[in-house]
């Protein structure tokens, strides 16, 4: 069943403290898209920007993927350590990314408009 099959996917984010005010081109950034997609497994990419943050600015990446071997393909390939590689500095030279948080997860629920269309139990 295509419902079942979908719900055993692997998720992995990543969310980033960036200094105040510079959250926007952390954000432009990811706009320039590294190669993530044409890996094998890779489901979804969502980009965040938090709202409300006081002090610091904050940018949530959320991946999907069909299961773990997929996710920890893409980590040790050499599309990921290109899209890592040249940190994103201010004009003084002092990076735009204060720290980071890393967070695995295994989707057990998942519903949007797509999947409920034509979904009849
Ligand atoms: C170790 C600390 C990490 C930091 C500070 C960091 C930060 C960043 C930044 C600033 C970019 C934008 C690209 C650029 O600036 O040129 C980027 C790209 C990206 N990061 Fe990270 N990242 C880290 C690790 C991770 C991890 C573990 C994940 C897993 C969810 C992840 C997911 C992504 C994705 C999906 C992209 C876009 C890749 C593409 O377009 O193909 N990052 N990261």
């Not at 989707?107 to 797509?114: G, M, P, Q």
């Given at each position: 069943m295509?419902?079942?099959?979908?719900i055993?996917?692997?998720?992995?984010?990543?969310?980033?403290?960036?200094l105040?005010?510079?959250?926007?081109?952390?954000?432009e950034?990811?706009?320039?898209?590294?190669?993530?997609?044409d890996?094998?497994?890779?489901?979804?990419?969502?980009?965040?920007?938090?709202?409300g943050?006081?002090?610091?600015?904050?940018?949530?990446?959320?991946?999907?993927?069909?299961?773990?071997?997929?996710?920890?393909?893409w980590?040790?390939?050499r599309?990921?350590?290109?899209?890592h590689?040249?940190?994103?500095?201010?004009?003084?030279?002092?990076?735009?990314?204060?720290?980071?948080?890393?967070?695995h997860?295994?989707?057990i629920?998942?519903?949007?408009?797509?999947?409920?269309?034509?979904?009849?139990?």
């Amino acid at each position: 069943m295509k419902y079942e099959e979908e719900i055993t996917m692997y998720m992995v984010s990543n969310t980033i403290q960036v200094l105040e005010g510079y959250g926007d081109q952390i954000l432009e950034r990811f706009k320039i898209r590294q190669g993530i997609e044409d890996m094998p497994g890779f489901k979804e990419l969502k980009v965040l920007k938090s709202l409300g943050k006081q002090g610091y600015d904050e940018v949530l990446v959320h991946t999907v993927w069909q299961d773990k071997a997929a996710f920890e393909n893409w980590f040790s390939s050499r599309e990921f350590h290109l899209a890592h590689r040249k940190p994103a500095r201010t004009e003084t030279g002092e990076k735009m990314v204060v720290s980071n948080s890393i967070d695995h997860y295994e989707v057990i629920v998942e519903s949007d408009t797509t999947l409920a269309v034509g979904y009849v139990g």
